[in-house]
């Protein structure tokens, strides 16, 4: 059963940047994928980024490509990915969640329908 922890949110201004992490306890190679997703108040919840476990492949949602940047490491049965983002925007607010999933192809790596755990959250706002 893998557990998903994240910290780093917090509150920023406009073109400012944050760091989130998320580490994965109890990591199983069952999970392809590792990621963020967002959801802001009366929005959906929507695709962030994705980095494939086994390749290092990254993939964006359109919103934030070019600003923000996804990344993994590797322990003994753990593994963590960090988000880096530039030039935040007020849009960018909303909470953040961390998730491990497999998806069958790149069309469903931003659909947050796959993801098989996810973390508690942690709240970005961009003022």
């Known amino acids: 059963h893998v557990q998903l922890v994240e910290s780093g949110g917090g509150s920023v201004q406009a073109g400012g940047s944050l760091r989130l992490s998320c580490e994965a306890s109890r990591y199983t190679y069952s999970s392809d994928l590792m990621g963020w997703f967002r959801q802001a108040p009366g929005k959906e919840r929507e695709g962030v980024a994705a980095?494939?476990?086994?390749?290092?492949?990254?993939?964006?949602g359109d919103a934030v490509k070019g600003r923000f940047a996804i990344s993994q490491e590797k322990g003994k049965n753990m593994v963590s990915i960090q988000l880096n983002s530039l030039s935040l925007k007020r849009e960018d607010t909303a909470m953040y969640y961390c998730?491990?999933?497999?998806?069958?192809?790149?069309?469903?790596?931003?659909?947050?329908?796959?993801?098989?755990?996810w973390g508690h959250g942690t709240q970005v706002t961009v003022s």
């Open positions: 998730a491990a999933y497999e998806a069958p192809d790149g069309s469903c790596y931003m659909d947050p329908r796959f993801v098989d755990v």
């Open positions: 980095v494939s476990l086994e390749t290092g492949d990254t993939y964006y």
